[in-house]
């Protein structure tokens, strides 16, 4: 996409942060553009399609604690998008335990189905990288790396916090010390992921999915169970934030030969791996937090930061994110 556009607000990054900011700042009247570097919505929501069938690669569920956000899951279900997949965890299974029996969420085709319920009726521009940001006349100016320009009146980046940093220092764009320390101050742990295709069952306790933090493969859920591959044993594989970092550099064949061995004593009889694709989330969940659900920029035009990494991790904590960097900047530009 080439050309120059303008907008009260621009937001970067389509994930679920930057598609609840949007909603809000759309349902106030604002002019919203989100763009995002990738083809799709849905940043680390993916579901890929494999071997004829459909699996969550990134985010495999969601909670709900927050009144706000509830709101937003209880229109999900009364469309029939998504399902209530469990009450909790214990280790090794997903059996509730006595101290944790918040729903998780899941949708019937995969979780990218809410990310992209979220984009219907926004200006979403796909395949937008933005390269660099620099306060303007009125507001920002956001450029990407095919020359399309955003004039805007306020921006909201949603990026992991090292990559909208990134943004700002490639033009030399000075953020007050405190706000610089804040973001500076944010960390993420990275993640390996696989979706493997099996030739045959995998036994998986109830309700088709294993969460062991403690072992090389965290997570393996059974996305036929599931009921978003209802033709095809897809299985999605989570490797461990230490063995993540350990096998980060391993080329994919040794990467998946290490998985196969893993997978093994789960796999039914006769059951074999046929295909396994793998996948790389560097900024995958953060690790140190900022202690608020969004930073407003001191000093400069209006500038929100948001993502799951404001506050409260995962899907939830990032929505609530965006709706608080809305707010933030609908105060700010009235
Ligand atoms: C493997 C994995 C498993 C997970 N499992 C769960 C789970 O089961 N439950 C749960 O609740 N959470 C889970 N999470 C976490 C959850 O996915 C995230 O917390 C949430 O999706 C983050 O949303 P976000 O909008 O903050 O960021 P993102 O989804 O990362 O969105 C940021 C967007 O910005 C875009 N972007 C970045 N730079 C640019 C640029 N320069 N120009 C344009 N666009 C740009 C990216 O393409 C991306 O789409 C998991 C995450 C991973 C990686």
Not at 147 to 176: H, K, M, R
Request: proline share 7%; glycine share 8%; charged share 15%.
């Amino acid at each position: 996409m080439s050309g120059t556009f303008s907008c009260d607000v621009l937001i970067v990054g389509a994930g679920i942060a930057g598609l609840m900011a949007a909603h809000r700042l759309e349902a106030a009247g604002k002019v919203v553009v989100v763009v995002d570097r990738e083809e799709r919505v849905g940043g680390r929501i993916l579901t890929e399609h494999v071997a004829g069938g459909w699996a969550d690669t990134g985010a495999q569920f969601f909670t709900v604690r927050d009144p706000e956000f509830s709101r937003f899951v209880a229109e999900w279900l009364a469309e029939g998008l998504i399902f209530e997949w469990s009450t909790g965890w214990s280790d090794g299974s997903l059996l509730p335990p006595a101290d944790d029996a918040h729903p998780r969420y899941a949708a019937y085709e995969g979780l990218m189905a809410v990310p992209r319920r979220l984009a219907q009726n926004l200006t979403i521009h796909k395949a937008v990288n933005i390269e660099t940001v620099m306060p303007a006349v009125a507001g920002w100016l956001a450029v990407a790396d095919s020359g399309a320009a955003y004039q805007c009146q306020a921006l909201i980046l949603t990026p992991p916090a090292p990559l909208s940093l990134a943004l700002l220092a490639a033009e030399q764009v000075a953020l007050a010390a405190a706000d610089q320390a804040a973001l500076a101050a944010i960390t993420y742990a990275p993640c390996l992921t696989a979706v493997c295709h099996i030739n045959g069952a995998i036994n998986l306790p109830e309700p088709g999915a294993l969460q062991r933090p403690d072992h090389p493969i965290s997570w393996i859920a059974d996305n036929q169970r599931k009921g978003t591959s209802p033709r095809v044993c897809l299985v999605s594989v989570h490797v461990n934030p230490m063995y993540s970092r350990l096998w980060w550099l391993s080329p994919d064949v040794e990467l998946a030969g290490a998985l196969r061995r893993e997978l093994q004593p789960f796999l039914a009889a006769n059951a074999t791996v046929q295909e396994i694709t793998i996948h790389r989330w560097l900024h995958a969940v953060p690790t140190t937090l900022h202690p608020e659900r969004t930073l407003l920029a001191a000093n400069l035009p209006p500038l929100a930061f948001a993502g799951d990494a404001f506050s409260g991790p995962r899907v939830e904590g990032a929505a609530l994110s965006g709706l608080a960097a809305a707010e933030a900047i609908l105060e700010a530009i009235g």
